[in-house]
């Protein structure tokens, strides 16, 4: 059912009370080329700079969070991000976010990048994720047919301050606690071993080579991840253990053949179709078909050659518009469905379109100036995730950005919303651990254990900052559905 009428002005972001000009002005100046002959500092010296860019923003300092006296409505920064998304899907996104303070705070990373803009920075900077709350942490199929743990979502990738995903990450943790009923010592538990996990990484990876950071990644099949946790450390109780079974398994059903009996059928003319499933799954005019279509000969000029000569061995049999998450709910976003060697080898490749990132506007302009924003995001997951999808790539569409991917290869989701105590613990661990791993990708990361350091003192600000943020988003999170009810913001209930 669709309630009320959007009447909210739009508003701009102001980036102008960013910390980063303010606390890291060397944000500001262009990438260094790179010098075979530059003299290496030591993984001790490089420590030491780290610690002190404490001086610049105190451990303790991230504890703070209060709205800034100029804080746009939250809402309207949302109609705002509204614009340009398909009309008839935007009640949609809203009612995905009113469900829960959870589902808002998954479909707000405009309104906290706001937020994050305005709060200390040390001036280390990273390819960030931009949108690494716990949800967006998974299972996937490797082209090796493994499953390993990591990061899965992109569409907001930069490069930016690594303490803002981690803000994202910690925050998320505290509000998918509260829905699940952890209170206020259990939340707090867990957003500590978050921490925990992303600075015991990041001291793991400071003493690493630089090969080993690159190629390094977490199996999700436990014969092989336990070796792993025992390494650092780690124990992995029966609970979390029993859990992260059943959803490797889910992975291993989830395959293109699963999908294809979930979604196609034959016709009577021999070729295959996609199921309409409103609204999640339509499909779409014959024009637009053709140009998705048409536009998969210039990704295909995105990919490595050995792939090309793979994707000549496949053609198109159908197109669908397919509605995905709650944040990207309205924007442009195609499944394709393939065939290779007959029907028993489909492909679905997914076409979505790449907006500017949540972050853009806090962040010099210097470094967002990407020819194509489908190609920032492909750019983006090949930096953080250590073992990526061989079928990333972008096109254009109307002269709208797009990036490909591959869909449903052996993935499956943490169920978030059912784990409660040392399975939630862990999974909240274990994120902290995987960003860690994807931010020395890119980043210094011995430089940021310098900063963290051994004690407690970043776990603990940032669990205070978290349980703050946590009651913003609950705020925020009624302003919606006051915005909803009031008939200011149209909005569609359904099941995501």
Not at 157 to 176: I, M, Y
Not at 189 to 203: I, M, T
Not at 394 to 419: C, G, S, W
Not at 463 to 469: D, L, P, S
Request: hydrophobic share 40%.
């Amino acid at each position: 059912m669709v309630r009320g009428n959007s009447i909210l002005a739009p508003v701009k972001p102001d980036s102008s009370p960013s910390k980063i000009a303010e606390l890291a002005p060397e944000f500001w100046q262009t990438q260094p080329t790179y010098h075979p002959r530059r003299p290496l500092e030591s993984v001790d010296s490089r420590v030491e700079k780290g610690r002190a860019l404490r001086e610049r923003a105190p451990r303790e300092a991230h504890a703070e969070w209060t709205p800034a006296p100029a804080r746009p409505d939250p809402v309207a920064i949302l109609v705002a991000g509204n614009q340009g998304r398909q009309e008839n899907l935007v009640p949609l996104r809203m009612g995905r976010m009113a469900a829960s303070p959870f589902a808002f705070l998954r479909g707000a990373a405009a309104v906290m990048a706001w937020d994050l803009a305005q709060t200390p920075i040390c001036g280390l900077e990273v390819a960030i994720d931009g949108d690494a709350h716990i949800n967006n942490f998974g299972l996937y199929g490797t082209p090796q047919r493994d499953v390993v743990i990591d990061l899965n979502d992109f569409d907001e990738a930069t490069l930016g301050p690594w303490e803002w995903d981690l803000k994202r990450l910690v925050a998320s943790v505290n509000v998918a606690g509260r829905e699940n009923g952890l209170n206020r010592k259990e939340r707090y538990s867990a957003v500590s071993g978050c921490v925990a996990g992303y600075a015991l990484n990041s001291q793991r990876l400071a003493q690493m080579g630089v090969l080993d950071i690159w190629s390094i990644f977490a199996y999700a099949d436990l014969e092989r991840l336990l070796p792993l946790l025992k390494q650092g450390g780690v124990e992995i109780g029966n609970k979390s253990q029993a859990v992260l079974r059943k959803t490797l398994a889910k992975a291993r059903r989830t395959t293109s053949q699963t999908l294809l009996a979930k979604v196609a059928r034959r016709q009577a003319d021999g070729g295959w179709r996609f199921i309409e499933e409103p609204p999640v799954l339509t499909h779409i005019d014959d024009e637009t078909k053709e140009k998705v279509i048409a536009s998969l000969v210039d990704y295909a000029e995105t990919v490595p050659d050995d792939l090309r000569y793979m994707l000549k061995r496949y053609s198109v049999a159908d197109v669908a518009h397919r509605v995905v998450g709650v944040g990207s709910v309205g924007v442009r976003a195609y499944l394709v469905l393939l065939f290779g060697n007959g029907d028993q080898d489909p492909l679905f490749l997914q076409v979505k379109e790449a907006l500017p990132p949540a972050h853009a506007p806090y962040l010099p302009s210097l470094k967002q100036r990407v020819a194509h924003e489908g190609h920032r995001v492909t750019r983006g997951q090949r930096f953080l995730q250590a073992m990526g999808d061989p079928f990333l790539g972008y096109t254009t569409i109307d002269d709208r950005h797009y990036f490909v991917r591959q869909m449903k290869n052996m993935k499956a989701a943490m169920p978030i919303e059912f784990l409660t105590g040392e399975p939630f613990e862990f999974w909240a661990w274990g994120c902290g651990a995987i960003l860690a791993r994807a931010h020395a990708r890119t980043g210094d990361a011995a430089k940021i254990a310098g900063y963290i350091g051994k004690g407690r003192l970043l776990s603990e600000s940032l669990a205070e900052f978290a349980e703050r943020y946590g009651d913003q988003t609950e705020k925020d999170h009624a302003a919606l559905v006051e915005a909803i009810e009031s008939g200011r913001v149209a909005a569609i209930q359904d099941e995501e």
